[in-house]
T-cell receptor, first 109, second 115 residues
């Protein structure tokens, strides 16, 4: 099962784009990349997922490199409410989701 | 539509006591999962189920048992609680689909303290 590597923490100015990187160099061809976030001690919240192509929804954009070994989650206009821990996950072939330690994003006023 | 509901939300146990956490989902999802989260750490998969009557081990299954007798319910049991099992427990469910979503839906968590 592919593992992911994320920086432990990042800061972003309010109103600016937050770009959160993730490395998943051992990903297999049919494994999807998912992003979740966790605010305080609440249950994680789904953000977006993708396989090969870039994806966009109302919350964020997901950019996956052509070799699929890394991806970037983009929050286009970060707000204080986006302060959270962000998890990048490669969904295993057996439909397990293994979380790492994530990136703690702090949006600064 | 309640989504994923966990009970109880808080519990304090003494070492050696047993208890069961209940997870219920009303989305007709095939897959259900139990995770634990310790302070400052990410979620670790304890057990999961790919359908009614099935269970499988995750990353940290020791000390826990699970059952999925009904599709909508996934129970996590601690037969003899230990202080190391003090944690926040999250249940999640999923359709199991790949291309069209298949994302996890989480409950609000159950905070367990073992003294």
């Amino acid at each position: 099962d592919a593992k992911t590597t994320q920086p432990p923490s990042m800061d972003c100015a309010e109103g600016r784009a937050a770009n959160l990187p993730c490395n998943h160099s051992t990903i297999s061809g049919n494994e999807y990349v998912y992003w979740y976030r966790q605010i305080h001690s609440q249950g994680p919240q789904y953000i977006i997922h993708g396989l090969k192509n870039n994806e966009t929804n109302e919350m964020a954009s997901l950019i996956i490199t052509e070799d699929r070994k890394s991806s970037t989650l983009i929050l286009p206009h970060a707000t204080l409410r986006d302060t959270a821990v962000y998890y990048c996950i490669v969904r295993a072939t057996g439909n397990q989701f293994y979380f790492g330690t994530g990136t703690s994003l702090t949006v600064i006023p | 539509n309640a989504g994923v509901t966990q009970t109880p939300k808080f519990r304090v146990l003494k070492t050696g006591q047993s208890m069961t956490l209940l997870c219920a989902q009303d989305m007709n999802h095939e897959y259900m999962y139990w995770y634990r989260q310790d302070p400052g750490m990410g979620l670790r998969l304890i057990h999961y189920s790919v359908g009614e009557g099935t269970t499988a081990k995750g990353e940290v299954p020791d000390g826990y048992n699970v059952s999925r007798l009904k599709k909508q319910n996934f129970l996590l049991g601690l037969e003899s609680a230990a202080p190391s099992q003090t944690s926040v427990y999250f249940c999640a469910s999923s359709t199991g689909q790949r291309k069209n979503g298949g994302e996890l839906f989480f409950g609000e968590g159950s905070r367990l303290t073992v003294l």
